[in-house]
Structures are given as structure tokens and as C-alpha cells.
T-cell receptor, first 115, second 112 residues
């Protein structure tokens, strides 16, 4: 069964520092992978998605993620953190059964950005 | 264009009471989903509807029922609320293709 594991429930960085949020996946078939962001008291917004077209995926707000099959990873990065990046981030994998699709989410990583 | 709209946004219930969370989308989504979010647990799928007229159980369906009223609307019902159902509930929709979900803003439910 497809699943994702997010390493680190809480990551704290300084403003301007590199952001690295880790996600490892488990899948018996080529996966579709997603990163979502949730700002306080809001729903989830799609940051980026991997659908096998390119291993380096660029998303909104300067975030990107690299699909590494050999490491079964899909880590999220941003070169320079901004205060507005403070949020909770979720990695997800698409699970399919026949013609049905659903996403399975990791437990989330809370990103804190310190001034 | 409202996207995915959930009502109510906040609700307090007493144990044993029933209620229905409503979800409507104007994005022509074929599939719709109900998730619950609890601290440290991420999002867990309760029920989903791959298309109008079909519903399937997700990871945590016990204590819930759903209705896909038409293509636009997907409701979640708690027949006899329990404190363990205190959570934030999210409705989402998607179309064919990569399968990314579009979420509503959530409904915060407290069961006393």
C-alpha cells in the first residue's frame, strides 16, 4: 500500500535560512506525490506535485521538491525562508484502486521561522 | 467562483446529538472527499465519492455516514456524536488526472 512518512513534526529555521522538509514514500507503483501547505485556521493549498514528468518540481512561493527514486524521497526545499512561510506542511501520495483516486497524507511538519 | 464551501464553520454538540456537515463545490469535480484533521495525526480519510451516486469508506468511517446528493454536494452526517469525533473536518474535490485535491476551509466540531 502507498504511504508517506514525514521526518520531523516540527522544524525551526531563521529568516533567510534554507528550508528542508523531509518526506519519504512507500509505493509498489510509480507514485504521484504532492506537497500541501496549511496556514493557521485555513484549508490546505497545493504547493507542488510530482507526476513523473520531471524529477525536480517547482511550486508556488519559491518552493521546490526533488523526486529521488533511489532514496524513495520527495523532500521540500526553499533557499531562503521568509516569515510568511510559517505554516504546517503535508506530504501526500496518490492511492489508486481501479478508477478511484484518493490521497494519503503524512502527519505534517510545522515550520517555524524566527526573525 | 467560490470553490469548495463548507457549512457550518463551527459547531458545538453534546454527546448523542446528531448533525450534518454540508459541502458544495462549483469546480465541476467528479470526486469528493471528507477528511478529519487531529493534532499529530495529519489528515485521515473518512469517506469519499469517486463519482455521483457512489460512495466508499476511507480509513476512519465508523460513526459517520455520507450522501452524494448530486455532483455538487457531498454531506457528512454524525448520527450520535461522541467526544472522539471532536476534530476539524475538511471537504475536498478533485477531477481525473494527477488527482490533486482542492480543499474547503474546514469545519471545527466540538463534542462535549
Amino acid at each position: 500500500a502507498q504511504s508517506v512518512t514525514q521526518l520531523g513534526s516540527h522544524v525551526s529555521v531563521s529568516e533567510g535560512a534554507l528550508v528542508l522538509l523531509r518526506c519519504n514514500y512507500s509505493s509498489s507503483v510509480p507514485p504521484y506525490l504532492f506537497w500541501y501547505v496549511q496556514y493557521p485556521n485555513q484549508g490546505l493549498q497545493l504547493l507542488l506535485k510530482y507526476t513523473s514528468a520531471a524529477t525536480l518540481v517547482k511550486g508556488i512561493n519559491g518552493f521546490e521538491a526533488e523526486f529521488k527514486k533511489s532514496e524513495t524521497s520527495f523532500h521540500l526545499t526553499k533557499p531562503s525562508a521568509h516569515m510568511s512561510d510559517a505554516a504546517e506542511y503535508f506530504c501526500a501520495v496518490r492511492v489508486s484502486g481501479g478508477s478511484n483516486y484518493k490521497l494519503t497524507f503524512g502527519k505534517g511538519t510545522l515550520l517555524t521561522v524566527n526573525p | 467562483n467560490a470553490g469548495v464551501t463548507q457549512t457550518p464553520k463551527f459547531q458545538v454538540l453534546k454527546t448523542g446529538q446528531s448533525m450534518t456537515l454540508q459541502c458544495a463545490q462549483d469546480m465541476n469535480h467528479n470526486s469528493m472527499y471528507w477528511y478529519r484533521q487531529d493534532p499529530g495525526m495529519g489528515l485521515r480519510l473518512i469517506y469519499y465519492s469517486a463519482s455521483e451516486g457512489t460512495t466508499d469508506k476511507g480509513e476512519v468511517p465508523n460513526g459517520y455516514n455520507v450522501s452524494r446528493l448530486n455532483k455538487r454536494e457531498f454531506s457528512l452526517r454524525l448520527e450520535s456524536a461522541a467526544p472522539s469525533q471532536t476534530s476539524v473536518y475538511f471537504c475536498a474535490g478533485s477531477n481525473r488526472g494527477p488527482g490533486e485535491l482542492f480543499f474547503g476551509e474546514g469545519s471545527r466540531l466540538t463534542v462535549l
